[in-house]
């Protein structure tokens, strides 16, 4: 899957670029476009600011039009966050995804086109495009950084080529066998018995039940089920130990 | 419908903190918090970079430890890039709005942790935490801007509260808040290190943060976390009831 291509129309701050470059990076976007960048091309605090993803900046390339950056491209989207008088498809930066997902498929070549910081995009240059994606933005608040609106529509590109959820960090343990989880529950129930905890005796049944859900709950491991006994044992030899300390101190006082 | 609560655990840069409140408007958080920033607080240059989200920043509220700023929220999910040894359960950013959104739904307080640039969380605070999100980074490229990562989790938020989805409401009884959780553990902890448990002390930390993680996973209610306490009480007052009957029986001997 070659992923979409992003293309800035006219940026203003280098650092901007660079930030997009860091978030292409992020979502394993790789091909980075500008048009007419208003401080000319390179700038070194681009590469200060992407944070290692020399090579999206390196492999930048200029052009004096959308027109001219778009040329070899089947499929472009116009990322605004306005409202225009347009008749063309609308989408969210997930349903972009998909249809460009789509047509990278069919081995087309496909990209993203984003407006200069506060300008925006020109109603001709949108025109170019197949499609309008708009970031849901709170009406209350629509300024959208740049590199934001390339992080959104990258991280809904990687989500969808992932399709799976993220890797669980270790390989997650399995619960104890249920003959674990029981010897725990009746460790705990014979310690908390000895230590009068069940009063009235007739409410034992309710309050080990209570018990055995909230902490089945938990869906302890194996080496949980024994860590656990480990906190009961310990919590309940405190009077095994305070036993033999008095035991050793009436000895000593007959 | 509240919004999650974004936590800063000791953010560094003022640029990066208004970039946050920026995004958060842009999606329709409102409430920022931060723990122990770096160059304290307020920072101009925070209102700055914030693009006139100044509400967000306005009511910004600071405290000086992740446990403090997470002390009333029933739900704290820990956004993290890493890797680590943890049972706790994984969610994207979709998958983390979701459960959010449902939690919320059910009129419980949520919130979503985020650690220092490049630092990251303390594995001790995610412990602490109900859950793990991660971001579906480019492995090739991990290192993500703070704003970016509030800004993707912040977007799935919104775009999940325009699809308007009836939240799955809990039939069962929310989690306690953040401070009781921890007053649970700490009384765990106490008890179990006067009965030595802790050994050698050193494993104090890992020990403790092992047992936070595997008791967190169950979500106790209210009422669990008082049933809780009351076992830990009921297995290490038995040292104070034999310590009384023992007290008794020197007294008869004497």
């Not at 492999?59 to 004096?64: I, K, P, S």
């Not at 506060?118 to 240059?125: C, I, M, Q, W, Y």
């Not at 993220?166 to 000895?194: C, I, K, T, V, W």
């Amino acid at each position: 899957m070659t992923p979409p291509v992003v293309i800035l129309d006219r940026p203003q701050m280098a650092e901007n670029i660079g930030a997009v470059a860091r978030v292409m990076a992020n979502f394993g976007l790789t091909e980075l476009r500008l048009v007419s960048p208003r401080d000319g091309w390179p700038q070194e605090r681009a590469w200060a600011m992407a944070s290692g993803a020399d090579w999206v900046l390196d492999g930048v390339q200029v052009f004096d039009s959308v027109a001219a950056a778009m040329a070899d491209l089947n499929t472009l989207f116009a990322t605004t966050a306005r409202p225009r008088e347009t008749r063309q498809p609308v989408r969210t930066p997930r349903e972009a995804a998909r249809a460009l997902y789509d047509d990278t498929g069919s081995r087309l070549k496909v990209g993203l086109l984003f407006g200069a910081e506060r300008a925006g995009l020109e109603t001709s240059d949108i025109a170019l495009c197949q499609g309008i994606v708009t970031i849901p933005i709170d009406p209350r608040h629509q300024s959208l950084n740049l590199a934001q609106a390339v992080a959104i529509n990258a991280y809904e590109w990687r989500t969808l080529i992932l399709d799976a959820p993220p890797p669980n960090f270790r390989e997650a343990e399995p619960p104890a066998s249920g003959a674990l989880q029981l010897g725990m529950y009746e460790h705990l129930e014979r310690e908390l018995d000895a230590a009068g905890f069940f009063h009235p005796p007739e409410k034992f049944r309710s309050m080990s039940q209570n018990l055995r859900v909230m902490l089945g709950r938990s869906g302890f491991t194996t080496q949980e089920v024994a860590t656990f006994r480990g906190v009961i044992t310990a919590l309940s030899k405190g009077r095994g130990r305070v036993l033999e300390r008095l035991a050793k101190a009436q000895k000593t006082d007959g």
